[in-house]
């Protein structure tokens, strides 16, 4: 079975940040009444504590451990924090650009 719903976490400056809000998207056109499912994998690299899905009763242990076209496939729909961890599993560490103070008043940026 497909998710019905998908999460996308909000950032909001008053929302205490330690609580987290989500925003919910419906994946398909939703019946009145019907359950309401989303994809674990879409928001866990590796779960601490794999289950088995109700719906569609397939082991549930995060997105490291889906084959590699189910990641191709679900990973424009990943956060972010799994996104890049899918990268450096597979090597791909983004480089780190910053601002450097190089003298009074002056910055260079910088690549690590």
Known sequence: A????????I???????????VAVYAAK????????????TLHEWE????????SSGRMV???KHLTEEEQHL???YAWAHVRQLHDEH?????SLTCLQLSGA??????SE
């Open 74 to 76: 679900a990973l424009p």
């Open 47 to 54: 779960m601490s504590s794999p289950f088995r899905c109700i």
């Open 2 to 9: 497909e998710a019905s719903v998908y999460l996308r976490p």
């Open 105 to 110: 008043g002056k910055y260079t940026w910088r």
């Open 90 to 94: 597979r090597g791909l560490n983004p």
């Open 11 to 21: 950032e909001y400056r008053h929302i205490d940040p330690s609580v987290g809000c």
């Open 61 to 63: 242990q995060g997105f």
């Open 29 to 40: 056109n939703l019946v009145p009444g019907e359950l309401l499912t989303f994809d674990y």
